[in-house]
């Protein structure tokens, strides 16, 4: 079970695509869900949402950054290694509907989760207008896919080395000045995930962000991932992932992602001194 | 006989050997260390071995006490062990955490006069001594009836259908959410009070009867109720427990610092926390720990803060010392591992620093005042009372409700207000053909052998159901 099929590096290697056996998942999966992996019996569960998925073959796809001891561990496996958990689908999956002109805001990983949800956009009847972003041209991932789910794709680079010199909320500004939107969708780090909200509200644009907090159970079992939601205690995992844009209190969330941060690095130098 | 008589009732009951306080509140190790043989057969010689024995009729598996208790007064420890199988999937498990003083024990002739017949540290002795041993014998299997059964959840509930139906010659097949099975046994009661290598041993007898086991599903989402009768099943149990936990809803519960006793428990005892970094999981280790509830998870939770290094570990508990719903053995293990119950106090904010991080919390001082729904007196404020608790760590244990996933995704089960399942008192039949469920998705919050009890009997009428019809 949870065999790696297919692995690419992407990013310079700093970002990797796993394809995954899972048919169980796979044939019920659908875009913004998401599922808890495991790498190993002593690893930690860490909640990914799902790139893709292929009912057919009985595969899904991750793509994640190495950030800590548990990324490197899924880094290191190679294709016909197992994952010693998968489970999932978790989280309601996104609301698909014409909306007419939608935007799709995505950053780093977030790109990821952002594409089956693009797609997923665009076969439903939306114009879509893409944006993405990264720190430079070499961090970008899936330009080319989502080209192909877009109608218009912008790019930005931190540094200018390809696209608009800038950030994404640069460009937003812009399309939002220009066109008549009725939903944004905004996926990547949450400071991204915050300013273009602030930005939306502004112009009272609808707008939903997929949030991915620390979870242990993805089942609602731990209440680990609460989030405040308009002043209301969520749980990112069964309530979620998605939420109003709007109404995220993005400071909790940041300060709560850093739960954990002195044990990480403790994890982390345990994990390079093997 | 009068001559045995007379020297029963001069025995006095057994000691179970422990840990000593200070030193087993800094580790994982269990505390009771079980009795020796010596011991065992001379606590066995106080059954007065009843005509009509009280203690089977405490029992909500109806465990053939003075049976079990007879082998093992003879010696026959393996034997008394699969006197024990006939009725109880887990005894190792059951000799550990059931309330025994309001079962069995509490219905012990013997206890009219004396202190009971310690049937708990027997249980305990004669399970052990089989899985050590290896000399345990198993029950046999009646023919297969090609019937199938599809368990959901493998706690304590799930387990007992699972063991009764397999024997009767069903074929089943366990679908567990995590990736490890035994439900609340592995992730919310800690080693220190079950040891995870007996739920595994337990589980795995169940497997050598032929017990299929499917890890990572979860049951309402990675597959429905519907899809397990559209894969051939002809019978589910449900038997989720109650996964959700509640929180008390006051000002700067989401700062870092403040948990659900399940969070803390699960990273602690299913992710191994307490082994970090060998495992993955981190917990965080509070200085100043406060525990806000007072039954069995809270005492778990204030004895597992304290082996994680805790300076100083509170029960903050609203209502008084006679209320508190944990085991009197819970309590007792706790104060004397240093927990400091701190009763009549309810708290009604969390204060955190500039990086979200608790420090404090503000109390209220309480007073008891008129009987409430449940018969407690009911706890008032007194106002103006307020004061600051310092605490690093808060662990929220008041509580846990049904976890809709399953039920959301079965809509044509039959719930009440509150979200639990509506099951026949006596058969555990829902609303829905072909399914039955038990346990706390059933009770709400309650024991590992009440579960084990609902499962039972729903295992006897899903018997009936495969082999005559609904």
Known sequence: ?274 | MAETKVKKEKTPRVKMPEQAPDVRNRNFKEVPLGLTPEMAQLEASRCLQCKKPACVEGCPVSVNIPGFINKIAEGDFAGAAGVLWEKNALPAVCGRVCPQEIQCEGRCIVGKKDKPVAIGYLERFAADYARNSGEATLPKVAPKTGKKVAVVGSGPSGLTVAGDLIVKGHDVTIFEAFHKTGGVLVYGIPEFRLPKDIVGSEVATLEKLGVKIETNSVVGTTLTVDELFEEGYDAVYVGVGAGLPRFMNLPGENLIGVFSANEYLTRTNLMKAYLFPEYDTPVAKGKNVVVLGAGNVAMDSARTAMRLGADSVKIVYRRSRDEMPARAEELHHAEEEGIEFVLLTNPTRFFGDENGRLVGMECLKMELGEPDASGRRRPVPIEGSEYRMDCDLVVVSVGAKANPLLTNATPDIGLNPWGNIVADPETGKTTKKGVWAGGDIVTGMATVILAMGAGREAADSMHKYLTLGW
């Open chain 1, 1 to 274: 079970m949870f065999k790696i099929v297919h692995r690419e590096e992407m990013a310079q290697g700093t970002i990797v695509l796993n394809e995954i056996e899972a048919p169980r998942i796979a044939v019920k999966a659908k875009p913004g869900q998401f599922v808890i992996l495991q790498a190993n019996e002593t690893g930690e569960r860490i909640p990914l949402t799902m790139a893709d998925v292929d009912p057919e073959k009985g595969t899904i796809t991750i793509i994640y950054m190495i950030v800590g001891k548990s990324t490197t561990l899924f880094g290191q496996m190679a294709v016909g290694q197992e994952y010693y958990a998968v489970i999932g689908p978790l989280g309601k999956a996104t609301h698909l509907e014409k909306k007419g002109k939608v935007v799709c805001v995505g950053g780093g990983t977030g790109i990821a989760v952002l594409h089956p949800i693009t797609r997923g956009l665009k076969e439903v009847g939306n114009e879509v207008i893409t944006i993405l972003g990264s720190r430079n041209k070499d961090l970008l991932i899936l330009e080319d896919k989502m080209a192909k789910v877009s109608d218009t794709l912008h790019i930005c680079t931190d540094d200018g080395s390809k696209g608009h010199h800038g950030f994404v909320t640069d460009i937003l500004k812009d399309v939002l000045a220009k066109e008549d939107i009725s939903l944004v969708v905004a996926i990547g780090p949450v400071p991204m995930m915050k300013f273009v909200s602030m930005i939306t509200k502004e112009s009272n644009v609808e707008t939903l962000v997929s949030l991915n907090p620390i979870m242990v159970d993805g089942t609602g079992m731990c209440g680990g991932c609460r989030v405040s939601v308009g002043g209301e205690t969520k749980f990112a995992c069964v309530d979620g992932p998605e939420f109003d844009g709007h109404k995220v209190d993005y400071d909790e969330l940041s300060k709560r992602l850093q739960a954990y941060q002195p044990e990480e690095k403790l994890s982390m130098n345990g994990c390079r001194c093997k």
